[in-house]
């Protein structure tokens, strides 16, 4: 399964309206804190992979997932593989990482207000150390026309794919503390 996405620094506030003209369906606000690790033996940034715990707050409910990212499968969208999983509890998962060689390499603070339409997640994202960015995204097994739609969806939102963003928030972290 792949996870095809768009992503396109923006403003929200038109964004939002638009999302409510095409009956958008709202799926609330989250916060997530996601702490990535290095490889004590590869080089994550060289082979464009990432292994990371989320802890996410929705409602008043927290939770964990761990996600392993393999490298980009195409050059016109964010398109990886992806395999993520639920743990119990984030800070076990984090010692077991520890223990294993696995260092935390960098944290990205974010708020994230999801919509669901046409089958795709609009996602307008609030990066603590970024800003605002939407992201338009869909899992799917053929790339092309998860790709085509989501290019679709940006145009209706008022967005411009070509000014899509392929790094990551932990690249563009990591980037502007360079």
């Known amino acids: 399964m792949y996870e095809v996405e768009l992503k396109v620094r ?5 964004v939002r309206e638009r999302l409510a003209e095409l009956d958008a369906d709202p799926q609330g606000l989250v916060e997530q804190v996601d702490t990535y690790y290095d490889h004590p033996i590869r080089d994550f940034a060289e082979t464009d992979e990432a292994l990371r715990i989320r802890r996410e707050t929705y409602e008043d409910e927290e939770s964990a997932r761990v996600t392993y990212k393999g490298p980009l499968v195409e050059e016109a969208s964010k398109t990886r593989e992806e395999w993520e999983t ?3 509890d984030g800070e076990t998962m984090a010692d077991i ?3 294993l060689g696995f260092a935390p390499a960098a944290t990205v603070e974010k708020i994230r207000e999801r919509f669901e339409c046409d089958g795709y997640t609009v996602t307008l994202d609030t990066v603590a150390g970024l800003g605002e960015y939407v992201e338009v995204e869909t899992e799917s097994e ?5 790709r085509e739609g989501a290019i679709e969806l940006l145009h209706e939102l008022g967005l411009d794919p070509d000014e899509q963003v392929r790094t990551s928030y932990l690249g563009l972290l990591l980037d502007a503390d360079a």
Do not use: F, K, N, S
């Open 86 to 88: 639920g743990v119990d």
């Open 10 to 14: 923006t403003d929200h506030e038109p």
């Open 97 to 99: 990482l520890d223990e």
């Open 142 to 146: 053929a790339i092309d026309p998860a």
